[in-house]
């Protein structure tokens, strides 16, 4: 079974201010997909990105950006000239590549992410 | 597109009751999942599915049921309700393939009192 790890229950940094949040991950597959969710107060659960295990290039989206250390089993989240908009939840997400997905995504508990103006 | 709807959006419970979370999705996507969200947590995998007629268990499926007749729909059954049962309860949808993207619906708030 896999685990995923979020040890910052709560960050807060300044608008403007460029954040990195943590996750670690536990597993024994050798492919795999990780992803970065985003649920703002609305509830709404929002993929923010998404990297494949096979990929050594870091995925990036925009102000988003992970650092995957595969060796490590780490992915983090860097949030570049942070808006207040990016107010959230985030949530750290593993998923084997074997039976297409079919068996889910296992979570990590989340980091509450708080941009203050 | 609708995407992914969830019915209802709000509920209260008494204990022992039992009620049907609905999901709907207009994707025409073959995987559908249910995972509940407890206070302060990730939200974990109660059961999934990735076709008509075939479902399996998640992580936590203790104390619920599934179904699905159709591509399009995916309800949840909770039989007996307890308050270990509160919780916030998300249905997702996604094409065939892990590396597809789940699409969320906007949750379920349910309360067992």
């Known amino acids: 079974a896999q685990t995923v790890t979020q040890s910052q229950p709560e960050m807060s940094v300044q608008e403007a201010e460029t954040v990195t949040l943590s996750c670690t991950y536990d597993t024994s597959e050798s492919n795999y997909y990780l992803f970065w969710y985003k649920q703002p107060p609305s509830r709404q659960m929002i993929l923010v990105i998404r990297?494949?295990?096979?990929?050594?290039q870091n995925a990036t989206e925009n102000r988003f950006s992970v650092n995957f250390q595969k060796a490590a089993k780490s992915f983090s989240l860097k949030i570049s000239d942070s808006q207040l908009g990016d107010t959230a939840m985030y949530f750290c997400?593993?998923?084997?590549?074997?039976?297409?997905?079919?068996?889910?995504?296992?979570f990590g508990k989340g980091t509450h992410l708080i941009i203050q103006p | 597109n609708a995407g992914v709807t969830q019915t209802p959006k709000f509920r209260i419970l008494k204990i022992g009751q039992s009620m049907t979370l609905q999901c709907a999705q207009d994707m025409n996507h073959n995987y559908m999942y249910w995972y509940r969200q407890d206070p302060g947590m990730g939200l974990k995998l109660i059961y999934y599915?990735?076709?008509?007629?075939?479902?399996d268990k998640g992580e936590v499926p203790n104390g619920y049921n599934v179904s699905r007749s159709t591509t399009e729909d995916f309800p949840l059954r909770l039989e007996l309700a307890a308050p270990s049962q509160t919780s916030v309860y998300f249905c997702?949808?996604?094409?065939?393939?892990?590396?597809?993207?789940?699409?969320f619906g906007d949750g379920t708030r349910l309360s067992i009192l």
């Open positions: 990297q494949e295990a096979y990929k050594q």
């Open positions: 997400a593993f998923m084997k590549h074997d039976r297409g997905g079919a068996d889910g995504l296992t």
């Open positions: 997702a949808s996604s094409q065939r393939g892990a590396r597809q993207p789940q699409h």
């Open positions: 599915s990735v076709g008509a007629g075939i479902t």
